[in-house]
């Protein structure tokens, strides 16, 4: 009997085996993928940048260390995946994390890849270095790690100030690419050189960005494609038709929104879509020292007035996430889940009893019918920010606010904020990374330079880290949630949705994954191949 | 008439100098400057950094002074470099010239080739079904605007035909150049026609009431003969002038087409350039446009001269 079965156990993992197999067989080399992007990226730097505008096309130039796995959704730490690195080890107290890298890569130009270019890397941006990266937008990633050392040419340790299990996250992200050492931070944003499956051939401003296979790519038989097309078409309606129309094998990462995926399934029914979350956020910000915005309670009272179900029927056509600032199940993994969600001030289904006690609050600082809060809603002149601006103001009404919308123009939206021009304003914000260290500290932490509205708590400081010390992953939900809980209440950035978008492809692009928590992560396509 | 020409040419001079002035102060009252878009796509602004930026391109010396260092090097042909791509404007710049220029010369081809006989058919044919239709055409070409029709044009294709006429890849010859602007000419163009139809009736409808048309009748002078030489030749010179304007409107209308169809020509450019705040790219731009523009009012104040004879410039 055993015998039988075991010949049974044997054929069929032979037969899964050659299924595999087959798969395997099945993936065609060579042909161009051409995919439309939505503006000339604003460099080829990915470290210089906050955009898929950059990332989504440059980050095939590329390795990390470590990455998510380009074939699972969901990106967690369980899915993070050797790069550059063949493997990783942590010291006792996970402070300490050696990385030992691959032997006999090189860079585009032919330099070898040494440990001394991860040192490099992270030296750049932590600003230890001469040559300096005109921006730095994840500066506040890195407040924990004190230096990054070569212990050898195949070998190097990232020694963090504290415990931090999840620093690896981080670096697993697209937005954390390995530099090479000998190149000037000017060439990286102009022509910039990597170790990736691709290499980069030429932009033209407001026509196209190319790249051609790497040949002697260090990952045998990878890429599969002989080049990558971005062109750019800054007309949506183009750009969606000409998809339709066939000229293009792909949209842009998530260029499609949800009213304009009706349209390209009509169209277009073998198109393949996913409408995805794209784990950005629409969020209202309130600056903290302006009155009487400076007083806790308006702010409650302004974040109790809310009908989030109104935005997300609206304009998500009742398909975007009602969250707070991370993204829960299933799409997200560290996000309050929804019977937690409804515990938190503002997030009662009940919006009219949400209302009444903020009437009641406001009516407490003198505000009522007869003399009402007039204030001004700034947000950037484009319709996703515009849009939900509005309906927002309608809501503050239903507690004695007049508003007023200030459109300003999209290019001076950050200096504005960074100014702290503005009252209340709306604002959309993604994440790199789908985990609380990033979420947290880029968004929330004193001093963070995307801390736009100046919160500053230092309980939840210690909470921050505390949670960043923690391994266990249930644990370290449950001080997430509180830390979520207390960032909405406490209006330090109120998160009014978190948005859903979809990117489509043709049948012939296969082994594509869009991601589910993040849509800066899943660009490598070296194993993305075209069945034509 | 050479005293006129050395006037006109030093009257072209100041003008040019002026709006020097006045496209270079304009771009610096835009608010913000490149170095806030830039930090606008990392979506943060670290003051230190952002006035390192501004130091490294000169954009922290008092406005006299760059204005100084923009003009003086654009006299000795240096354009500077793209604030964006950090390439030589003048490489930015030189590939995109032409497209626009071919398309402009194609668009500006459709509306006289069609404007203008149509205009004269409708005058001639006047209060006749063939003028009453060519009168709804010519007012919906002024009334639909050029994105709109644009637009239609690309999803008519797209539904009717599977396929969409815009610009991904260079063409390989010149006749896949030509299909590629026709249809964006075209596009563009429609509403220049429709200007150029109503303005050559009215014209020729004021013209064929005159006498001497009456006697050229009189004497036995074939329709044609009065319609194409004698009525026309007097009828198009306010046509001239508005080609002219409109050669120079045509700009406009452009910026809407090349960027729905995609083209990869100078006007869609400048638009996105004076969004980044490029400024090499948008001072060096626009002053070659205002240099057209006033090179072409200079040509058209001349043609009035070859084309009707009675104008004489005094010297």
Same mark, same amino acid.
């Given at each position: 009997?055993?015998?039988?079965?075991?010949?049974?156990?044997?054929?069929?993992?032979?037969?899964? !085996?050659?299924?595999?197999?087959?798969?395997?067989?099945?993936?065609?080399?060579?042909?161009?993928?051409?995919?439309?992007?939505?503006?000339?990226?604003?460099?080829?730097?990915?470290?210089?940048?906050?955009?898929?505008?950059?990332? %989504?096309?440059?980050?095939?130039?590329?390795?990390?260390?470590?990455?998510?796995?380009?074939?699972?959704?969901?990106?967690?730490?369980?899915?993070?995946?050797?790069?550059?690195? /063949?493997?990783?080890?942590?010291?006792?107290?996970?402070?300490?994390?050696?990385?030992?890298?691959? /032997?006999?890569?090189?860079?585009?130009?032919?330099?070898?890849? /040494?440990?001394?270019?991860?040192?490099?890397?992270?030296?750049?941006?932590?600003?230890?270095?001469?040559?300096?990266?005109?921006?730095?937008?994840?500066?506040?990633?890195?407040?924990?790690?004190?230096?990054?050392?070569?212990?050898?040419?195949?070998?190097?340790?990232?020694?963090?100030?504290?415990?931090?299990?999840?620093?690896?996250?981080?670096?697993?992200?697209?937005?954390?690419?390995?530099?090479?050492?000998?190149?000037?931070?000017?060439?990286?944003?102009?022509?910039?050189?990597?170790?990736?499956?691709?290499?980069?051939?030429?932009?033209?401003?407001?026509?196209?960005?190319?790249?051609?296979?790497?040949?002697?790519?260090?990952?045998?038989?990878?890429?599969?494609?002989?080049?990558?097309?971005?062109?750019?078409?800054?007309?949506?309606?183009?750009?969606?038709?000409?998809?339709?129309?066939?000229?293009?094998? #792909?949209?842009?990462?998530?260029?499609?929104?949800?009213?304009?995926?009706?349209?390209?399934?009509?169209?277009?029914?073998?198109?393949?879509?996913?409408?995805?979350?794209?784990?950005?956020?629409?969020?209202?910000?309130?600056?903290?020292?302006?009155?009487?915005?400076?007083?806790?309670?308006?702010?409650?009272?302004?974040?109790?007035?809310?009908?989030?179900?109104?935005?997300?029927?609206?304009?998500?056509?009742?398909? /975007?996430?009602?969250?707070?600032?991370?993204?829960?199940?299933?799409?997200?993994?560290?996000?309050?889940?929804?019977?937690?969600?409804?515990? !938190?001030?503002?997030? $009662?289904?009940?919006?009219?009893?949400?209302?009444?006690?903020?009437?009641?609050?406001?009516? %407490?600082?003198?505000?009522?019918?007869?003399?009402?809060?007039?204030?001004?809603?700034?947000?950037?002149?484009?319709?996703?920010?515009?849009?939900?601006?509005?309906?927002?103001?309608?809501?503050?009404? %239903?507690?004695?606010?007049?508003?007023?919308?200030?459109?300003?123009?999209?290019?001076?939206?950050?200096?504005? !904020?960074?100014?702290?021009?503005?009252?209340?304003?709306?604002?959309?914000?993604?994440?790199?990374?789908?985990?609380?260290?990033? #979420?947290?500290?880029?968004?929330?932490?004193?001093?963070?330079?995307?801390?736009?509205?100046?919160?500053?708590?230092?309980?939840?400081?210690?909470?921050?880290?505390?949670? %960043?010390?923690?391994?266990?992953?249930?644990?370290?939900?449950?001080?997430?949630?509180?830390?979520?809980?207390?960032?909405?209440?406490?209006?330090?950035?109120?998160?009014?949705?978190?948005?859903?978008?979809?990117?489509?492809?043709?049948?012939?692009?296969?082994?594509?994954?869009?991601?589910? $928590?993040?849509?800066?992560?899943?660009?490598?396509?070296?194993?993305?191949?075209?069945?034509? | 008439?050479?005293?006129?020409?050395?006037?006109?040419?030093?009257?072209?001079?100041?003008?040019?100098?002026?709006?020097?002035?006045?496209?270079?102060?304009?771009?610096?009252?835009?608010?913000?400057?490149?170095?806030?878009?830039?930090?606008?796509?990392?979506?943060?602004?670290?003051?230190?950094?952002?006035?390192?930026?501004?130091? +490294?391109?000169?954009?922290?010396?008092?406005?006299?002074?760059?204005?100084? +260092?923009?003009?003086?090097?654009?006299?000795?042909?240096?354009?500077?470099?793209?604030?964006?791509?950090?390439?030589?404007?003048?490489?930015?710049?030189?590939?995109?010239?032409?497209?626009?220029?071919?398309?402009?010369?194609?668009?500006?081809?459709?509306?006289?080739?069609?404007?203008?006989?149509?205009?004269?058919?409708?005058?001639?044919?006047?209060?006749?079904?063939?003028?009453?239709?060519?009168?709804?055409?010519?007012?919906?070409?002024?009334?639909?605007?050029?994105?709109?029709?644009?637009?239609?044009?690309?999803?008519?294709?797209?539904?009717?035909?599977?396929?969409?006429?815009?610009?991904?890849?260079?063409?390989?010859?010149?006749?896949?150049?030509?299909?590629?602007?026709?249809?964006?000419?075209?596009?563009?163009?429609?509403?220049?026609?429709?200007?150029?139809?109503?303005?050559?009736?009215?014209?020729?409808?004021?013209?064929?009431?005159?006498?001497?048309?009456?006697?050229?009748?009189?004497?036995?002078?074939?329709?044609?003969?009065?319609?194409?030489?004698?009525?026309?030749?007097?009828?198009?010179?306010?046509?001239?002038?508005?080609?002219?304007?409109?050669?120079?409107?045509?700009?406009?209308?452009?910026?809407?087409?090349?960027?729905?169809?995609?083209?990869?020509?100078?006007?869609?450019?400048?638009?996105?350039?004076?969004?980044?705040?490029?400024?090499?790219?948008?001072?060096?731009?626009?002053?070659?446009?205002?240099?057209?523009?006033?090179?072409?009012?200079?040509?058209?104040?001349?043609?009035?001269?070859?084309?009707?004879?009675?104008?004489?410039?005094?010297?």
């Amino acid at each position: 009997m055993i015998r039988k079965f075991s010949i049974c156990a044997a054929s069929a993992v032979l037969f899964a !085996v050659s299924l595999g197999a087959g798969a395997a067989l099945a993936q065609k080399s060579g042909g161009t993928l051409k995919v439309y992007h939505r503006g000339t990226p604003p460099s080829g730097s990915i470290h210089e940048e906050a955009t898929n505008s950059t990332l %989504s096309p440059y980050m095939p130039i590329f390795n990390n260390l470590v990455m998510y796995d380009q074939s699972k959704p969901t990106n967690s730490l369980d899915t993070i995946v050797p790069d550059l690195a /063949t493997k990783w080890t942590w010291n006792e107290d996970k402070s300490k994390l050696t990385f030992n890298l691959n /032997t006999g890569v090189k860079w585009h130009d032919g330099k070898p890849f /040494t440990a001394k270019d991860v040192v490099c890397t992270w030296d750049m941006l932590q600003g230890k270095r001469k040559a300096k990266f005109r921006k730095n937008p994840r500066k506040s990633w890195y407040k924990n790690l004190d230096k990054v050392t070569a212990d050898s040419d195949t070998q190097v340790t990232f020694h963090l100030k504290r415990s931090q299990p999840a620093f690896i996250a981080l670096l697993a992200s697209g937005y954390s690419p390995v530099y090479p050492c000998h190149v000037s931070p000017r060439k990286m944003r102009t022509n910039p050189i990597g170790t990736g499956p691709f290499k980069f051939v030429q932009l033209k401003q407001n026509e196209f960005v190319k790249f051609e296979k790497n040949e002697n790519y260090w990952k045998e038989g990878l890429p599969y494609l002989d080049a990558i097309e971005w062109t750019i078409i800054k007309s949506r309606s183009t750009r969606v038709l000409a998809f339709i129309a066939g000229r293009f094998d #792909m949209t842009f990462n998530v260029d499609v929104t949800i009213p304009l995926l009706k349209d390209v399934k009509e169209q277009a029914p073998n198109a393949v879509c996913e409408l995805r979350a794209t784990n950005v956020s629409t969020n209202l910000i309130v600056n903290q020292d302006k009155p009487p915005f400076n007083d806790p309670d308006i702010r409650r009272a302004m974040v109790m007035s809310i009908d989030r179900d109104a935005f997300i029927k609206i304009l998500g056509h009742g398909q /975007t996430i009602k969250s707070g600032a991370l993204l829960p199940p299933p799409n997200g993994v560290w996000g309050m889940e929804p019977e937690f969600l409804k515990t !938190v001030a503002g997030y $009662n289904p009940d919006v009219n009893a949400n209302r009444e006690k903020a009437r009641a609050i406001m009516k %407490s600082k003198g505000y009522d019918e007869n003399n009402r809060l007039k204030v001004k809603v700034a947000t950037r002149n484009i319709a996703i920010y515009r849009d939900p601006a509005v309906i927002l103001i309608d809501h503050l009404k %239903s507690i004695y606010v007049d508003a007023e919308l200030e459109t300003v123009e999209t290019s001076n939206w950050h200096a504005k !904020v960074a100014r702290k021009d503005y009252s209340v304003g709306l604002n959309l914000t993604g994440i790199g990374v789908d985990d609380p260290d990033a #979420m947290f500290y880029e968004n929330y932490a004193c001093g963070s330079q995307r801390n736009y509205t100046g919160y500053c708590n230092a309980d939840l400081e210690k909470l921050f880290e505390k949670q %960043s010390m923690m391994e266990d992953v249930e644990a370290r939900k449950k001080v997430v949630w509180e830390i979520d809980k207390k960032l909405q209440e406490d209006a330090a950035r109120p998160i009014i949705f978190n948005n859903k978008a979809a990117t489509c492809w043709h049948p012939h692009v296969k082994n594509f994954t869009t991601m589910t $928590n993040s849509v800066y992560n899943g660009w490598r396509l070296e194993e993305v191949w075209l069945d034509k | 008439m050479t005293s006129y020409l050395v006037r006109r040419f030093f009257l072209m001079l100041l003008t040019l100098i002026g709006m020097s002035i006045v496209i270079f102060l304009l771009l610096r009252l835009m608010p913000g400057n490149i170095a806030d878009i830039m930090f606008d796509s990392a979506g943060f602004v670290d003051p230190a950094e952002k006035a390192a930026l501004e130091k +490294e391109l000169g954009l922290d010396l008092p406005i006299p002074v760059q204005y100084w +260092e923009w003009i003086s090097a654009l006299v000795v042909g240096d354009l500077g470099f793209s604030y964006v791509s950090e390439m030589p404007a003048i490489d930015e710049l030189a590939p995109r010239i032409p497209i626009t220029v071919k398309l402009a010369l194609m668009a500006l081809g459709f509306s006289v080739l069609f404007g203008l006989p149509l205009g004269v058919i409708s005058a001639v044919r006047q209060d006749t079904m063939l003028d009453y239709v060519l009168r709804v055409i010519s007012l919906s070409g002024l009334s639909l605007p050029s994105f709109w029709l644009a637009l239609l044009i690309l999803m008519a294709f797209v539904t009717y035909l599977g396929e969409i006429p815009i610009y991904t890849d260079p063409p390989d010859n010149l006749w896949d150049e030509l299909l590629l602007y026709t249809i964006p000419a075209a596009a563009v163009g429609f509403r220049t026609s429709a200007i150029i139809m109503r303005l050559t009736r009215s014209s020729m409808l004021e013209v064929l009431r005159q006498d001497y048309i009456r006697t050229a009748r009189s004497k036995g002078a074939t329709d044609n003969s009065v319609n194409y030489y004698h009525a026309l030749k007097n009828a198009v010179l306010p046509v001239t002038t508005i080609i002219g304007f409109e050669a120079a409107f045509l700009i406009g209308g452009l910026i809407i087409t090349e960027t729905v169809f995609n083209i990869p020509g100078v006007a869609h450019f400048l638009v996105e350039a004076i969004l980044m705040r490029d400024y090499p790219i948008v001072q060096n731009l626009v002053m070659f446009i205002a240099v057209v523009v006033v090179l072409i009012n200079f040509i058209v104040d001349l043609l009035y001269a070859v084309l009707d004879p009675r104008i004489k410039y005094a010297d």
